[in-house]
Structures are given as structure tokens and as C-alpha cells.
T-cell receptor, first 111, second 115 residues
Framework: GEDVEQSLFLSVREGDSSVINCTYTDSSSTYLYWYKQEPGAGLQLLTYIFSNMDMKQDQRLTVLLNKKDKHLSLRIADTQTGDSAIYFCAEKGGATNKLIFGTGTLLAVQP | DADVTQTPRNRITKTGKRIMLECSQTKGHDRMYWYRQDPGLGLRLIYYSFDVKDINKGEISDGYSVSRQAQAKFSLSLESAIPNQTALYFC??????????????FGPGTRLTVT
């Protein structure tokens, strides 16, 4: 079946880089997504990557995809206190019309 | 104005009561979803609908029902609420024409407590 896993917590200092990791099981995934959830709010899409890409960069965000290992990561450069949130990865499985979400990683940025 | 709205935002109810959570959207999307969020479990899909005549069960549909009254409205009902349905509930929409068709736009959430 489809499964998406993330570590639950990451703590970094302001100005450092953050790397949030995600593993998934569906090798036929076509799109993979990163969502951000700020306190008291719904999820907002940060970025996504198509499965035929290895990397995507968008300002401070870099997404790396290793299809062989089914591993996805989100790097946030120069992490700020406003980046403190829960980050969810999600995959669109090849055989389904739904997104499968990971458990979410709480990023805590220390000043 | 928010594109996806949910009412109520917070609700406390007693075991055995019937409760309805409502979702409205102004994005013009055909696809709508209901999720629940529990700490450490991420988001789990309850029901989804790809158009007004289409209703599909998600991974945790037991104890829930839905109604798609119009393209813009998708309601979630708990027929007889139980304490383990205490959670944060999210409605979402998507449009198959963008971002692979699966970028989802989320409402602000409804915090439901069943005592």
C-alpha cells in the first residue's frame, strides 16, 4: 500500500539551513508536494516536484528527489522564525486520484 | 475573503449527538475533500468528491457521512459522535488542470471536541 513517513520534529537555529526528509513507498508516484501548516491554519502548498525531476529550487527552498530510494527532502536556506510550522510531504500515487500525506514534521526555529 | 471556508471553527459536543461540519468554496473547483488531523498521524482522508454526483470513501470513513449539495458545498456529518472523533477537521479543494491536478487548497479547519 501507499505510505509516507517523516520524522516528527526538527529544531534549528535562526540563520541555519533546515532539511526536512520524507520517504514514500509508491514507486509510481507522479507528483510530490510540500505543504506548510502554520499554527491555527490550514495547509498551504509550498512547492511540488514532478517525478522526472531530481531537483527544484524556488528562492530559499530546494527540493531534492531520489526516486531510486523513494526519498524526498525540503531544504530551507537561512531559516527564519517565521518558518516555524508543521511541514507535510504528500504524494500523488500512480494508481489513485488522491494525495497521501505524511505525518508532518514540526520545525522549531530558535532565535 | 477566504476561498475555502469552514463552519463552525470550533465545536464542543456530547457523545451520541449528531453534528454537521460545513465547507464552502469560491474557487470553482470540482474536487472537494474532507480530512481529519490528529497529532502524530498527519492528515487522513475521510471522504472525497470529484463532482456533484460523485462521493467516494477515504481511508477512515466509518462513522462519517457526506453530502455534496452543490459544486461549492461539501458537508461532513457525524451521525452519533464519539470521543475518538475529537480532532481537527479540514476541507480542501483541487482543480485537475493545475499542479498535476492535485494541489489542494485547504480551509482553516474545524476543531471538534466530543465529550
Amino acid at each position: 500500500g501507499e505510505d509516507v513517513e517523516q520524522s516528527l520534529f526538527l529544531s534549528v537555529r535562526e540563520g541555519d539551513s533546515s532539511v526536512i526528509n520524507c520517504t514514500y513507498t509508491d514507486s509510481s508516484s507522479t507528483y510530490l508536494y510540500w505543504y506548510k501548516q502554520e499554527p491555527g491554519a490550514g495547509l498551504q502548498l509550498l512547492t511540488y516536484i514532478f517525478s522526472n525531476m531530481d531537483m527544484k529550487q524556488d528562492q530559499r527552498l530546494t527540493v531534492l528527489l531520489n526516486k531510486k530510494d523513494k526519498h524526498l527532502s525540503l531544504r530551507i536556506a537561512d531559516t527564519q522564525t517565521g518558518d516555524s510550522a508543521i511541514y507535510f510531504c504528500a504524494e500523488k500515487g500512480g494508481a489513485t486520484n488522491k494525495l497521501i500525506f505524511g505525518t508532518g514534521t514540526l520545525l522549531a526555529v530558535q532565535p | 475573503d477566504a476561498d475555502v471556508t469552514q463552519t463552525p471553527r470550533n465545536r464542543i459536543t456530547k457523545t451520541g449527538k449528531r453534528i454537521m461540519l460545513e465547507c464552502s468554496q469560491t474557487k470553482g473547483h470540482d474536487r472537494m475533500y474532507w480530512y481529519r488531523q490528529d497529532p502524530g498521524l498527519g492528515l487522513r482522508l475521510i471522504y472525497y468528491s470529484f463532482d456533484v454526483k460523485d462521493i467516494n470513501k477515504g481511508e477512515i470513513s466509518d462513522g462519517y457521512s457526506v453530502s455534496r449539495q452543490a459544486q461549492a458545498k461539501f458537508s461532513l456529518s457525524l451521525e452519533s459522535a464519539i470521543p475518538n472523533q475529537t480532532a481537527l477537521y479540514f476541507c480542501a479543494t483541487s482543480d485537475p488542470k493545475f499542479s498535476g491536478g492535485y494541489e489542494q487548497y485547504f480551509g482553516p479547519g474545524t476543531r471538534l471536541t466530543v465529550t
